[in-house]
């Protein structure tokens, strides 16, 4: 069964600089989550889009943003990147109707 | 953790052994999911008890819930090393998102 796409898999920045990451939700999927988790740590929810509107915002700092496209498919946006940022970023995807959220295999981003 | 505490932070055990992790919370919660993820790797979904129900069963997972005293408990019978992994307790309080337990580190060893 298709499950939920993330890319890049790796990804190695410098501080200030900008990354983006995607996600591809398993199909007919139309809510979308981020979660950064960072070393050792438990994921913290970031924010979330259901049928390409916000539905929630977590702990986001105001350097990111997110959006979800007419093909469900999201984007994080990252600026003025910090060291603190080092982290796995999941992205998960559910039925609205439905509970069970579906992670992907997260992005690794480092910054240097 | 935004959430509470997951009990125990590492556990390790002899395959074949039962391995009981614990995990509290501090909302009301429309469900408790567990969620299992070895190093580094992505969160695999294990299973979902909803707010009304007291114990669930997955195979070798029995899952329970008590909503007066906000706490889960998943119990992992007869271990396999392949078990060996990092454990979390999610809640989700009818918004959705996801608030994650601090994790139980699991080692089977053979």
């Known amino acids: 069964a298709a499950g939920v796409i993330q890319s890049p898999r790796h990804l190695i920045k410098e501080k200030r600089e900008t990354a983006t990451l995607k996600c591809y939700p398993i199909?007919?999927?139309?809510?979308v989550y981020w979660y950064q988790q960072g070393p050792g740590q438990d994921p913290q929810f970031l924010i979330s889009?259901?049928?390409?509107?916000?539905?929630d915002k977590g702990s986001i700092p105001d350097r990111f943003s997110a959006q979800q496209f007419s093909d469900y498919h999201s984007e994080l946006n990252m600026s003025s990147l910090e060291l603190g940022d080092s982290a796995l970023y999941f992205c998960?995807?559910?039925?609205?109707?439905?509970?069970?959220?579906?992670f992907g295999p997260g992005t690794r981003l480092l910054v240097l | 953790s935004q959430q509470g505490e997951e009990d125990p932070q590492a556990l390790s055990i002899q395959e074949g052994e039962n391995a009981t992790m614990n995990c509290s919370y501090k909302?009301?919660?429309?469900?408790l999911q567990w969620y299992r993820q070895n190093s580094g790797r992505g969160l695999v979904h294990l299973i979902l008890?909803?707010?009304?129900?007291r114990e669930k069963h997955s195979g070798r997972l029995r899952v329970t819930l008590d909503t007066s005293k906000k706490s889960s408990s998943l119990l992992i019978t007869a271990s396999r090393a392949a078990d060996t992994a990092s454990y979390f307790c999610a809640t989700d309080n009818q918004g959705g998102k996801l608030i994650f337990g601090q994790g139980t580190e699991l080692s089977v060893k053979p």
């Open positions: 998960a995807s559910s039925l609205e109707a439905q509970e069970t959220q579906y």
């Open positions: 008890i909803r707010s009304n129900e």
């Open positions: 889009f259901y049928e390409k509107m916000q539905s």
């Open positions: 909302t009301s919660i429309n469900n």
């Open positions: 199909p007919r999927h139309d809510t």
